[in-house]
């Protein structure tokens, strides 16, 4: 018997780079479901300016931050934008992942997000959006880092990361003139 309104919720998000806002809607999926999956997007991508990070140093991070109270899954891009089809493509991994399919659907409200499960079929989820209650984006806390402005980026970073600055910035650094990239 489930103790939670949900037994499985999933969450897909780059994290790149994870600041408070993605830690907040992780808050709120762990707070009504039992167990909550969180697949990294543009898994593949790394070294680029819009994605900096490898898979494994944002799997890193997020176990940092929540240890073992979410499981995390790498979701590679597979080109079809944000539509239905990415949408289905979530589903069958979260069916891969967790041989069920999520009871709820998490994510922050974005435009682009709003159809990723439409005509669907046989699809049950209920999906929570949650609100943008703290004003802050990947790209500015990308900004934090190159322009070394730890203390900006500390204040929308939780505590147990602080002592990744270093690793982090030098990560930031190193690509943000590569403005290739394969993700949508």
Same mark, same amino acid.
């Given at each position: 018997?489930?103790?939670?309104? !949900? +037994? ?11 600041? %408070?806002?993605?830690?907040? $809607? ?8 039992? &167990?909550?999956?969180? !697949?990294?997007? @543009? ?12 898979? +494994?140093?944002?799997?890193? $991070? ?8 979410? =499981? #995390?899954?790498?979701?590679?891009? #597979? ?8 949408? =289905?493509?979530?589903? /069958?991994?979260?069916?891969?992942? !967790?041989?069920k399919a999520p009871d709820l *659907? %998490?994510?922050?409200?974005? +435009? ?8 669907? =079929?046989? %699809?049950?989820?209920? /999906?929570?959006?949650?609100? &943008? #209650?703290?004003?802050? @984006? ?8 190159? @322009?070394?402005?730890? /203390? @900006? ?7 147990? *990361? ?5 690793? *982090? ?9 590569? *403005? =290739?990239?394969?993700?949508?």
């Amino acid at each position: 018997m489930a103790n939670k309104p !949900f +037994e499985l919720g999933i969450i897909v998000g780059r994290f790149q780079t994870f600041h %408070i806002g993605h830690e907040y $809607i992780i808050d709120k999926a762990v707070a009504v479901c039992d &167990k909550v999956g969180v !697949f990294i997007g @543009s898994s593949q991508e790394s070294g680029t300016q819009k994605n900096p990070y490898t898979y +494994e140093t944002r799997r890193r $991070i997020l176990e940092k931050v929540y240890g073992g109270s979410i =499981e #995390i899954y790498p979701l590679p891009d #597979i080109g079809v934008g944000n539509n239905s089809a990415w949408g =289905e493509y979530v589903l /069958e991994n979260a069916n891969k992942c !967790f041989a069920k399919a999520p009871d709820l *659907l %998490i994510s922050g409200k974005e +435009e682009r997000r709003i159809d990723w499960f439409d005509g669907i =079929e046989g %699809i049950s989820s209920s /999906e929570l959006y949650v609100p &943008k #209650i703290i004003d802050i @984006s990947a790209t500015e806390m990308r900004d934090f880092l190159i @322009s070394g402005d730890a /203390e @900006s980026w500390r204040k929308y970073t939780n505590k147990k *990361l602080w002592d990744e600055y270093d690793a *982090l910035r030098a990560e930031v650094v190193a690509s943000k003139d590569n *403005l =290739e990239t394969d993700s949508m």
